[in-house]
């Protein structure tokens, strides 16, 4: 089974957006939902951001996860009208909202063009990894890369070891597990050494071993 790798993202500044308008999320609020107009860009500059879509047993399948840096809903630029993904908060979160046309402007300026064509590109590795592992991985795998990338691993110079406020149900759903299932797994993780689970979890960049193995 071929390995599978986390995309890496260098760290940068945060872009500077001038006056563009703000807007602050609490953990687990919604950002948007299917069939919304999709008028707007966001950039997120605290806090993350999961997009999912409805199964068609209409379970919740998250697609990405997203952090300071990254942008969502640039599918408007290319003619969406309406939101295709859900997206909600997975922390406090905040948020410029940059109208299509705004965006347009920003995007004559190369930081700014630059920054979300890396966005983009990634975005699309990511997904292909994603599809990948959902045809050839098991959950263990899919936990690992979930916690991997809550953390911060391989997208952050600095990771966010400690994840507090992550239940065995939000797992569940990003993996698309049992709650059962993850709590198993999670122990497992943990008599391994390679996460530390007492009311908090705390990631070790030794859990990166899970992925790497056949």
Known sequence: MPSISLPHVSVRAPLDLGTSPTVEYRRAQVIFSPDEPCDSVMYIRRGGVKLSVLSQGGGEVVVAVLGPGDFLGEECLVGEATRMRS??????????????????????????????????????????QDLI?????????????????????????????????????????????????????????????????DGALVVKRSLLSVLLHD
């Open 87 to 128: 997206a909600a908060a997975i922390a406090p979160t905040t948020i410029h909202v940059l109208a299509r046309e705004e965006m347009r402007q920003l995007l004559r300026h190369a930081s700014v063009f630059d920054r979300l064509l890396s966005h983009v590109l990634v975005r699309h590795i990511s997904m292909e």
């Open 133 to 197: 592992e959902q045809l050839l991985s098991c959950a263990e795998k899919k936990l690992a890369r979930t916690l991997l990338l809550l953390a911060g691993y391989g997208t952050s110079a600095r990771p966010r070891r400690v994840l507090r406020n992550v239940s065995e149900a939000m797992l569940a759903e990003m993996v698309g597990a049992t709650p059962a299932r993850i709590s198993a797994l999670l122990k497992k993780f943990c008599l391994a050494g390679f996460i530390d689970y």
